[in-house]
């Protein structure tokens, strides 16, 4: 069996290393500035959910046309060089158009719209560059250096802020621009006999939901509610943390960024221990363990005024999101069998995107109704309702045919 290809894993890594770098700086950097303009929080959470609608409509397409198109530079690069520089240059100018709600609002959509363009392209690589045996395997290590560009987003990016408001922006999109760079120059891409014939046409997401619910056991559907769920928790909950801190705890936001880092540093340390936890107990059960400690966080969460205490909690948050995030997609393929391994994904993605959508926003309607504190017990009903929903899900072990216990 021929050894697997690490360096190439790590190469391909640096891309979703840069697109994690900017994120992270994003959600919660962005949101201040916006607060200062004295929008309402649901306005606030309405314009953190512009990247998630643009993905929805640009992502698929772009995905779609750099699967059936070849160019000198090959099928992906192309995106790469066009999205990059672009949300590069609207994420620096952010900090330096805050001062205005429509400047800063076109600088938002022009590094959202950036963003789309490269990222389906970067992502695709996955499929093209490894063998199917090879691909989970190499998605564990991507996703671990996508953790790692988040991780030092946050801490640096705490740092630089409180050296100047432009310094994270600058440097997160230097940063990107280097990474993106290393796989540009060091991937392969080959024109192979693969051909627009080979991409066969998913079916539709009506379509798709009429599949899962057409048989007797609903298992799919409610792991798909569940998921929506959890997102949408966690969403609002990444969305409005610095201004909780800020609002409530008195903590600036450099500071408060920095303290996300604890929440990223444990998610990278859980992401290969979840994954040996649930082959040894199950998916399901390790997913609603995870489920169970972020729910109960979340309630600590509504009483804790210690940021020493909030920064432990943190940490505990990002071992249990480890439990949950690492093992869902997986547990959708166990549920789905081959026939509709690309049907599922297609709903897992457009239920993670939906719920990055609606989260802020209705938590951002709640925040306006009372205040920034009602976040902890808006993520953690959500977290709840995800647990409700896996309790309905009967996964079976992969490579069986009984069902977890």
């Known amino acids: 069996m021929a050894r697997f290809p690490y360096g190439k894993t790590l190469v391909l890594g640096f891309g979703f290393f840069g697109i994690s770098v900017i994120w992270p700086l994003f959600n919660s950097l962005i ?99 490894f063998e199917p045996r090879d691909r989970s395997k190499a998605n564990g290590v991507i996703n671990l250096m ?50 627009s014939q080979e991409v066969t046409a998913q079916p539709g997401l009506l379509r798709s939901i009429r599949m899962l619910a057409a048989g007797p056991d609903k298992s799919g559907l409610f792991l798909l509610l569940a998921i929506f769920s959890w997102f949408v928790g966690w969403n609002a909950m990444e969305a409005f943390f610095t201004l909780y801190a800020r ?38 059960s390790t997913i609603l363990a995870g489920l169970a400690g972020m729910a109960a966080s979340l309630i600590a969460g509504f009483f804790v005024r210690s940021p020493t205490v909030l920064l432990a909690m943190l940490g505990a948050m990002g071992a249990f999101w480890a439990l949950v995030n690492i093992n869902s997609l997986p547990l959708v393929y166990d549920l789905g069998g081959k026939q509709k391994i ?15 959508i609606a989260g802020p926003i209705l938590a951002g309607k709640l925040i306006d109704l009372t205040n920034h504190s009602a976040i902890w017990l808006f993520s953690a009903a959500f977290l709840g309702l995800a647990i409700l929903f896996m309790t309905l899900v009967r996964a079976r072990r ?4 009984t069902q977890e216990v």
């Open 247 to 284: 609002n409530v705890l008195e903590i600036a936001v450099g500071d408060a960024t920095r303290m996300l880092t604890a929440f990223a540093g444990l998610l990278i340390v859980f992401a290969i221990p979840s994954g040996l936890i649930a082959t040894r107990f199950g998916r399901r």
């Open 398 to 401: 992969p490579g069986t045919t």
């Open 31 to 129: 949101p201040p500035m916006l607060e200062d303009l004295e929008l309402s929080a649901v306005t606030i959470g309405f314009v953190l959910t512009w990247d998630n609608i643009i993905n929805m409509f640009v992502q698929p397409v772009v995905g779609n046309l750099s699967d059936r198109t070849w160019t000198r530079f090959g099928r992906r690069k192309p995106w790469l060089l066009a999205g990059a520089p672009m949300a590069a240059l609207f994420f620096v100018l952010v900090p330096f158009a805050r001062q205005h709600f429509t400047t800063i609002a076109l600088t938002i959509l022009g590094t959202n719209i950036g963003m789309a363009l490269f990222r389906s392209p970067t992502v695709a690589y996955l499929g093209d560059l």
């Open 342 to 356: 690309g049907a599922l994904t297609g709903l897992y993605y457009f239920s993670s995107s939906a719920a990055a």
């Open 146 to 195: 996508g953790g790692l560009g988040g991780a030092v987003a946050l801490f640096g990016g705490g740092a630089l802020y409180e050296i100047g408001v432009p310094s994270p922006f600058i440097a997160g999109a230097g940063i990107m621009l280097l990474a993106l760079l290393v796989v540009l120059l060091a991937v392969r891409e080959t024109r192979g006999a693969e051909t």
